[in-house]
């Protein structure tokens, strides 16, 4: 699964060497059995945070944006409600710098995908992201968020 809009997928190039890194890592790891943490991938450029967690009902759950890395958000276990939308001109909630991370408020409208075990999707910088919310009900779910600098 990948999602983007086709500025981004001209601008960005989704096959470089950190990304390949990455996938390779996805693809090379028993991450069923790999406990939550953070691991290194590439130094600094490259790195996977494992996260087990319940997911929360969508007013629970803010949009998020990074300005220095993408993500890319791979279920390991669970089912997720994942909101998806362009930042720009979206209201600034709460700055985080020193964690690289933006919260915005909620926008009228923005889209969604629905991840299952072994699918993923890429952010950009330019996108904002709802991820863990859950779709009828919270719910356990395991994911590896790959932490790619821009």
């Known amino acids: ?69 993408f993500d890319i958000q791979y279920l390991i276990e669970g089912v997720e409600f994942f909101g998806i939308c362009d930042r720009e001109g979206l209201k600034v909630k709460e700055a985080k710098p020193e964690k690289d991370v933006l919260f915005f408020e909620t926008p009228d409208t923005y889209g969604h995908v629905i991840l299952h075990p072994n699918e993923f999707i890429v952010v950009a910088p330019e996108d904002a992201h709802m991820p863990g919310c859950c779709m009828d009900k919270p719910a356990s779910a395991k994911k590896a968020v790959i932490k790619v600098r821009v």
Do not use: R
């Not at 997928?9 to 090379?28: H, V």
């Not at 087990?52 to 220095?68: G, R, S």
């Open 1 to 69: 699964m990948f999602f983007t809009n086709i500025k981004l997928a001209k601008k960005y190039n989704y096959l470089n060497e950190k990304f390949l890194k990455a996938y390779d890592w996805l693809e090379s790891h028993d991450l069923n059995s790999l406990p939550a943490g953070k691991y290194e991938i590439d130094g600094g450029d490259v790195f996977a945070n494992l996260q087990e967690y319940t997911t929360l009902p969508v007013d629970e759950k803010k949009f998020e944006a990074h300005d220095k890395f």
